[in-house]
């Protein structure tokens, strides 16, 4: 069955130190990438998403995701964070082609930035 | 805002009982799609509906079911409620079956 793994479960940044939080999936087909943002008391945001193509991923907001296939990874990357980044961060992966567009997530990554 | 919106936010209810969860989808998207995220379990996908018809099943109780209208709405169904079915329910939409979901507000479910 396909999984996904986010190993950081919190991290805790000052402003402007740079971010990277992991994402791994277990799948060994074509899949579609997904990163959500989920601020507190809100609902789930798209960061950005890769289904083909440039395996560097520009989202919303000054994030980017790197696709790295041979190492099943997905890691999320922002250059410089912001208090307003404060938030938890999912990874979801959908199996291209497969049977249902059903998204399956990691377990999430609470982040605190400090100002 | 993502455009998907849902009803209620919140909801308080007893064990035993049923509730009824219901999500308007974004404009112009055909495919509803329901989440639970608890603390133990996390998000886990419950079911899909495409343009009125179940696409596929998750990890959806018995106790749980669910339909999406002629208008594209969609209802949760959850009955015979027991304390661990408290936790957030999300909806989500898309436009077509295999799209970028894109999720509601959740529906907050507390059960005494």
């Known amino acids: 069955a396909q999984s996904v793994s986010q190993h950081n479960h919190h991290v805790i940044l000052s402003e402007a130190a740079s971010l990277e939080l992991g994402c791994n999936y277990s799948?060994?087909?074509?899949?579609?990438l997904f990163w959500y943002v989920q601020y507190p008391g809100q609902h789930l945001q798209l960061l950005l998403k890769?289904?083909?193509?440039?395996?560097l991923v520009k989202g919303i907001k000054g994030f980017e995701a790197e696709f790295i296939k041979s190492k099943f990874s997905f890691n999320l990357r922002k250059p410089s964070v912001q208090w307003s980044d404060t938030a938890e961060y999912f990874c979801a992966v959908n199996v291209y082609g497969g049977a249902t567009n059903k998204l399956i997530f990691g377990t999430g990554t609470l982040l605190a930035v400090q100002p | 805002d993502s455009g998907v919106t849902q009803t209620p936010k919140h909801l308080i209810t007893a064990t035993g009982q049923r509730v009824t969860l219901r999500c308007s989808p974004r404009s112009g998207d055909l495919s509803v799609y329901w989440y639970q995220q608890s603390l133990d379990q996390g998000l886990q996908f419950l079911i899909q509906?495409?343009?009125?018809?179940?696409?596929a099943k998750g990890n959806i109780l018995e106790r749980f079911s669910a339909q999406q209208f002629p208008d594209l709405h969609s209802e949760l169904n959850l009955s015979s409620l027991e304390l661990g079915d408290s936790a957030l329910y999300f909806c989500?939409?898309?436009?077509?079956?295999?799209?970028?979901?894109?999720f509601g507000p959740g529906t907050r479910l507390t059960v005494l």
């Open positions: 989500a939409s898309s436009e077509g079956a295999w799209d970028t979901q894109y």
């Open positions: 890769y289904f083909s193509g440039d395996p």
């Open positions: 799948y060994g087909g074509t899949v579609n």
């Open positions: 509906y495409y343009n009125g018809e179940e696409r």
